[in-house]
């Protein structure tokens, strides 16, 4: 008996030890499985951003052999497009995958689950993951790479001429843009609807519409700034493809939030919609430009610019921080970072030390560049390896159609509308190549990524890639030649960019009978009397010619105003300071709020029309400036 009951103890110790024995085996087993497969993981994104990386070394190694060549018929986001195509045609189709082999053994608990049974081989096919792991995740284009792309634009922005041609802009960025959605819709859904096919509804055709109005010309812009047209046409074609990426976001966001299930607009909700749109536009906007306001103050009224890293640091993060707060207050970080950049190069800039004037605009222009040719390689790289393409021929036949016409009417029909009031008139050879100039580009492509939830969705992508693909490599390779067959002047003197590459030759022949040390007028470009004056200031010549060409543009000339007389005196260390622009009344605030810097320097008589320009970078010499004379109401 004392035998029988040892030898059921010893069985059930033997029985307790294996059960143990194989959960140790399957822990250390599974572990072992996890570990691999998170290493593999790692690797292949590794492999994905080294993918990108060559692409971009690419793409810049064949630019420079176009510059060299002066190859004008493609430029780099067609040679981003192109590489990015013949990578993922290599990726999808390229044969042979490789595997990594693990074992697992089963866990006694789960021993009815005839799947995880014994010993079993499991292969992970690195190549399939890759092509998988080669779609990122649409967030990262809306947070990380389109930010400061968007920045960039309003940083760079050549001001005097933008506010020239505001109405302009205004008009086609935010009613040309509308009229352009609705007429995109419209028309496909009706040719839709005469093909019977039912997958898409007119919220997707209006959703469609929208994001496709969004514009994003900078091919052509490059070979503008290479060609030197005229700068109301760059003004034009630029402040309008800015403009209306800030609408066609707010509007399609407008439109998912509004648009029913049934894919129907109700009446109250329409209008719900449309008061949401002006709403987000408009906070969005307000975020912007408080957050640039907020910036010019900290930088005039620190020291900060007695340490150029902590102030350039300063500068990326309150600009970043306007995108990220935007979206976390449900509104639309892309507008907002957008305005912010306009008022950090408006104000901002002028306070910051020659250090971090040089150091953030080349950070924003290359991140610029990386981020649009990266977005660009994407694209050629998604069309083959996003696994959920859906290719409706009729659809994406109607689109070409549907863009075509709508950009036709929001361009000659607005023009013609604008010219009827407008001095100087908008000439047809502009309203051509703002016609011709709507590429699509990264903001449209982003906003058809950011969902793909639905069939109809995904076909969008589909489509949305292809119009990308060809208006860029096609559109943007005739460039050149269709400006040719339009008899687009050339090589035109930028007056702005004239008089700044002129800037110490004409304060020493104004200002001072000193030569600036360092320089050789003879050698120098002078600027000639019948293009000046011999009597006259640069600023006086700006301005009167400004006054005379530019009449009508009363929204200008009401902002500028009210700009030179107290916006940039109380942001900006420039002059005239406040003390010279208020009423007598207010001098105890507007000695508060001048700084002794404002007070002690000379006033640049360009810098009420001055771009953000590389001429600005350069430290002025102050030879060139003579000690101003302290008004009667100066503060001593």
Known sequence: MEADVAALCYLIILLLSNLQFSRASYVVNSALDTDAQIQNSHRIDNLNILLYTFLLILTVLTIWVFKYKRARYLHETGLAVIYGLIMG??????????????????????????????????TYS?????????????????NILLPPIIFNAGYSLKKLHFFHNLGAIFTFAFIGTTISAIVVAGLIYGLLLLTANPLFSFVDCLLFGTLISATDPVTILAIFTDLR?????????????????????????????????????????????????????????????????????????TRLR????????????????????????????IVSVLFCGICQAHYTFNNLSPDSRLATKSLFELLNFLSENFIFSYIGVSMFTFEHHRWEVDFIVFAFIGIFIGRAINIYILG?????????????????????????????????????????RRAIITTT?????????????????????????????????HHLNQFHPIRNNYKSTRPVQGSNLE??????????????SPAQHLTNHSENEFEEAWLFRVWSTFDQRYMKPFLTNSRPT???????????????????????????????????????????????????????????
Request: with cysteine; aromatic share 8%; proline share 4%.
């Open 465 to 497: 890639s292809l119009i990308v693909i060809i208006t860029v490599i096609l559109i943007g390779g005739m460039t050149t030649q269709v400006m040719s067959w339009l008899g687009i002047n050339v090589n035109v003197d930028d007056e702005e960019t």
């Open 126 to 142: 690195q190549e399939t993951e890759i092509v998988q792991k080669a779609t990122f995740d649409p967030e990262i284009f809306f």
């Open 229 to 301: 047209v005229d700068v109301n046409l760059y003004a034009m074609v630029f402040g309008e493809s800015v403009l209306n990426d800030a609408v066609a976001i707010v509007m399609s966001r407008a439109i998912e939030s509004y648009g029913s299930e049934s894919g129907n607009f109700e009446t109250l909700a329409f209008f719900s919609a449309a008061l949401n749109f002006v709403f987000i536009l408009t906070a969005s906007l307000m975020i912007g430009v408080l957050m640039g306001c907020l910036t010019a103050i900290l930088t005039k009224f």
């Open 89 to 122: 045609c290599i990726l999808r189709y390229s044969g042979g995958s490789t595997g990594l082999t693990s074992q697992r053994i089963a866990d006694p608990d789960n021993a009815s689950n005839t799947d995880d049974v014994g010993l079993s081989n499991q």
């Open 306 to 333: 007695d340490f150029p890293l902590l102030e350039s640091v300063l500068f990326v993060l309150m600009s970043y921080s306007t995108f990220l707060m935007a979206e976390a207050s449900n509104l639309t970080g």
């Open 523 to 536: 050698d120098s470009e002078s600027v000639s009397s019948s293009t000046i004056g011999a009597q006259q």
């Open 416 to 456: 013609a509308i604008l010219n009827l009031k407008r001095s100087p008139k908008i000439p047809i050879s502009f309203m051509h190549v703002l016609m011709f100039s709507g590429l699509r580009g990264a903001i449209a492509f982003a906003l058809a990524l950011r969902n793909a939830s639905t069939e109809a």
């Open 578 to 636: 406040l003390l010279d622009t208020t009423p007598m009344c207010c001098a105890p605030l507007a000695r508060l709020l001048t700084t002794t810097e404002q007070l002690t320097q000379d006033r640049d008589p360009l810098d009420d029309c001055m771009p953000l320009d590389d001429a600005l970078l350069g430290s002025r010499n102050p030879s060139v400036y003579p000690p101003r004379q302290s008004s009667s109401n100066s503060v001593m």
